[in-house]
């Protein structure tokens, strides 16, 4: 994993800016997670990151997802994200790779369609998933462009809705949902640092985002490890509440009817 991510942490100065550097201890999932983290850079874009391999797999999507399958939207790849930046919501300072506004604006749990293994799929430039988000739902194709109206660079893909129940021909619907999954939060309350602070997804409860995450140069630490071996007692002695933190949620349901059969055809 450590040589996936070597682009993510060159780019970056973790003196400077306080996103993850793919450390901490990420949990465990029945599926594998999705995020879309809405990027207010220097061009405003929409980053799909699909959980693969122990690392995000990340496209920066320039004009969001459409939930019109007549919409191609420009993909273009970026370098493998570590999975901590899953709950990565706040501001990365000016001047630093990034600097600007991130949202976590829709999340949830992902599936290849069918047998698709998703190295092969990636390789071959035709990635056909399905997402099982709370803005997002149904099936999606990426497919690697070959042509060079943006450029013929390899990393230009497109993101296109499949016609299913989930699709719309107001394709910018969804894009109009436009508050955090993770805080509820506008773009400008997680600017400002105001507001409720984003709920963990990937990380563990007690590594949850303050609401005034401003990723600057103050040098502020990042929240301490857990200390593992009581940290493990206090899960055991509280197992028997029922699940909160994963499963037991909509965006599970929706797995379980709409992901849970395409898993089951891969056995
Ligand atoms: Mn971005």
């Known amino acids: 994993?450590?040589?996936?991510?070597?682009?993510?942490?060159?780019?970056?100065?973790f003196e400077k800016t306080e996103e993850p550097s793919g450390s901490k201890k990420v949990r465990k999932a029945e599926y594998p997670r999705f995020v879309i983290q809405k990027h207010d850079a220097t061009r405003l874009h929409y980053d799909l990151r699909l959980e693969h391999d122990g690392v995000f797999k990340s496209w920066a999507v320039t004009k969001g997802p459409s939930l019109?399958?007549?919409?191609?939207?420009l993909a273009v790849e970026v370098e493998d994200h570590p999975l901590d930046y899953g709950d990565f919501e706040g501001t990365i300072p000016k001047g630093e790779y990034g600097g600007g506004t991130v949202m976590l604006w829709d999340r949830g749990y992902w599936l290849p369609e069918g047998n698709?293994?998703?190295d092969d799929a990636l390789k071959k430039g035709e990635l056909k998933f399905v997402l099982a988000g709370?803005?997002?739902?149904?099936?999606?194709?990426?497919?690697?462009?070959?042509?060079?109206?943006?450029?013929?660079?390899?990393?230009?893909?497109?993101?296109?809705?499949?016609?299913?129940?989930?699709?719309?021909?107001?394709?910018?619907a969804a894009l109009r949902k436009d508050k955090s999954v993770a805080s509820g939060r506008t773009m400008a309350q997680?600017?400002?640092?105001?507001?409720?602070?984003?709920?963990?997804?990937?990380?563990?409860?007690?590594h949850a985002i303050k609401p005034d995450a401003v990723w600057s140069t103050d040098g502020n630490e990042p929240p301490s490890e857990p200390k593992p071996a009581r940290r493990t007692a206090t899960r055991r002695a509280t197992s028997t509440k029922p699940k909160t933190a994963r499963g037991k949620t909509a965006t599970a349901k929706a797995v379980k009817a709409k992901i849970a059969p395409a898993r089951a055809a891969k056995r």
Request: proline letters at 4%; hydrophobic letters at 35%.
């Open 1 to 13: 994993m450590a040589a996936k991510l070597s682009t993510y942490r060159a780019k970056r100065d």
């Open 68 to 73: 019109n399958p007549k919409d191609k939207r």
């Open 116 to 118: 698709e293994n998703i």
């Open 134 to 172: 709370d803005k997002l739902k149904g099936s999606y194709v990426l497919v690697r462009m070959k042509g060079d109206k943006y450029g013929g660079k390899r990393n230009n893909w497109l993101l296109i809705k499949h016609k299913d129940e989930w699709a719309s021909d107001d394709g910018e």
């Open 190 to 206: 997680i600017a400002a640092g105001k507001g409720k602070a984003p709920t963990p997804f990937m990380l563990a409860a007690n």
